[in-house]
């Protein structure tokens, strides 16, 4: 029984740190610059200057990132010539051989950060707790959605 209670408790605080976490909708954008696995620097300035930027922190050994490739991809092509830009933030610390490993093995099409530590401090000014977490950030720098899952990119972004 006192396991069952100590279950129901963690349970219950864990509902309670979801349901407080993450960014909210409308709250400015916390503002970064990060390597990207060319070497250039990005800023998320200078990513929303030609329009909205999807923000997707992942890990290598993601599952549901792994999934979402083919995607991301689509969605980077599809939207391209709206000015969008998908930028995938590595969180876990990985060194950038093993991104660019990643990203070459899976094809992946879209900017890949690879900032290692910088990018870890990110991934906690915007409150990630899981992989994947996505921001979709307005080209005001306001945060138009924040989540789990791939927003519907037709409410923001116009064929």
């Not at 396991?3 to 740190?17: D, F, N």
């Not at 989540?147 to 037709?154: E, K, Q, R, T, V």
Request: overall charge positive; glycine content about 6%.
């Amino acid at each position: 029984m006192k396991t069952l209670k100590i279950l129901v408790i963690l349970l219950l605080s864990l509902h309670g740190l979801h349901a407080y976490a993450g960014l909210k909708t409308g709250a400015q954008a916390p503002s970064f610059s990060l390597a990207g696995l060319d070497g250039k620097q990005y800023s998320l300035e200078q990513l929303r200057a030609n329009g909205p930027v999807m923000l997707v922190f992942w890990t290598t050994d993601c599952v549901y990132c792994y999934m979402h490739v083919s995607d991301f991809n689509r969605l980077q092509q599809q939207y391209r010539d709206k000015g969008f830009t998908i930028a995938a933030i590595n969180f876990a610390g990985e060194h950038a051989q093993e991104i660019r490993e990643y990203k070459n093995d899976n094809k992946l099409e879209y900017l890949l950060l690879a900032d290692r530590l910088k990018n870890i401090d990110v991934a906690q000014a915007y409150k990630v707790i899981g992989s994947p977490t996505i921001v979709l950030v307005a080209q005001n720098g306001k945060v138009l959605f924040y989540g789990h899952s791939i927003p519907d990119l037709a409410k923001w972004l116009k064929h």
